[in-house]
């Protein structure tokens, strides 16, 4: 079993501005719902595999540092990443939040990022950042990667 973890933007946006930022050599396929669904395996270079699609009426939800967390953008990009449960995994989640410190810097969208589809990390409401669950980003030590 491996870990993933979701970075959703949402809004209106191209997936193809989010994989010019955070995977330009991806390739484009399309889901089955007739979606664009763009692909990078990056586990050499990363340690990961990307995906970014597009979707509208989303539903999601996660453990925070308060409780439960719920959020229902209209229209969204997802980006995941997808990487191994072994000792590599430290790089990989080193450069999956420094992919993702690119695109919220290029980004100005509403964000969360969210770890094996349970647990909150990171939200972005309004242009204010905030970090969830203090001990996961010291135990990867990759605190100082996104300016807070």
Known sequence: MG???????????????????????????????????????RYEESGYL??????????????????YWEWEPAEYVNISFDMGKDDEAVEGVTNMVTAVARVLADRPEDAALVLNGNWLLLTRVAGTLRRHRAQWWAHYGVDGLIPW
């Open 3 to 41: 870990i993933s973890y979701r970075l959703t933007l949402a809004g209106e946006i191209p997936p193809r501005d989010v994989v010019e930022v955070a995977a330009p050599d991806a390739t484009e396929a399309r889901t089955p719902a007739g979606n664009q669904l763009f692909s990078s395996a």
């Open 50 to 67: 990307m995906n970014v699609s597009s979707g509208s009426n989303g539903y999601y939800d996660a453990e925070d540092d308060d409780g």
